[in-house]
């Protein structure tokens, strides 16, 4: 992964961020830590995909940087 993205993904930790993976979930957390494979670290998970909150067995979770297609700021949505 590129210097670049890793010193911008450095700016989300301790934020809430949402995550779009390639099983068409949508996650929400807080962003506790970060490899150089863009593996996460989150806490107070989330499943929010079509608005639903579930939070149902989620709680702090390792999140394999492979799964992931977008990272947003939860203040910043993206479009779908």
Not at 35 to 56: I, R
Request: hydrophobic letters at 40%; proline letters at 0%.
């Amino acid at each position: 992964m590129s210097d670049e993205i890793l010193t911008e993904l450095g700016k989300y930790v301790n934020k809430s961020i949402l995550i779009k993976l390639k099983n068409h979930k949508t996650i929400k957390g807080i962003l506790i830590n970060f490899d150089s494979q863009m593996n996460l670290v989150l806490d107070k998970v989330e499943d929010v995909t079509n608005g639903d909150k579930k939070t149902e067995g989620l709680d702090k979770r390792v999140l394999r940087g492979d799964n992931i297609l977008i990272i947003s700021l939860s203040s910043e949505w993206f479009v779908t």
